[in-house]
Nanobody, 124 residues
Framework: QVQLVESGGGLVQTGGSLRLSCAAS????????MGWFRQAPGKDREFVAA????????YYADSVKGRFTISRDNAKNTVYLQMNSLKPGDTAIYYC?????????????????WGQGTQVTVSS
């Protein structure tokens, strides 16, 4: 059983930056691909970014490409999401998730474990 705990959310102005962290425990972190998803009020949960086991491959939603960067530190069992040039449309609860598989990495159904989420609010 893998436990995931997100941190780093908060309130930021348009154009600002935040760095989210997701600390994992209870499993072999390097065996999991990791993803970030977000859910805004009244909307479905959507894919944001994902990273392969070694960190050699990354994947992004078109809406965040060029602004967000996902990375991981397997020695610290942590995955990060650096968010720059934030917009009000980025306001959501951000979740990290772990998957044993890399196929269909943008689909939330393949993820085995989820964190509780961290709120990101971008003011205009």
């Amino acid at each position: 059983q893998v436990q995931l705990v997100e941190s780093g959310g908060g309130l930021v102005q348009t154009g600002g930056s935040l760095r989210l962290s997701c600390a994992a425990s209870g499993g072999i972190f390097s065996r999991y691909a990791m993803g970030w998803f977000r859910q805004a009020p009244g909307k479905d949960r959507e894919f944001v970014a994902a990273i392969s086991w070694s960190g050699g491959s990354t994947y992004y939603a078109d809406s965040v490409k060029g602004r967000f960067t996902i990375s991981r530190d397997n020695a610290k069992n942590t995955v990060y999401l650096q968010m720059n040039s934030l917009k009000p449309g980025d306001t959501a609860i951000y979740y990290c998730a772990a998957s044993r598989y890399i196929d269909y990495i943008k689909q939330n159904s393949i993820y085995d474990y989820w964190g509780q989420g961290t709120q990101v609010t971008v003011s205009s």
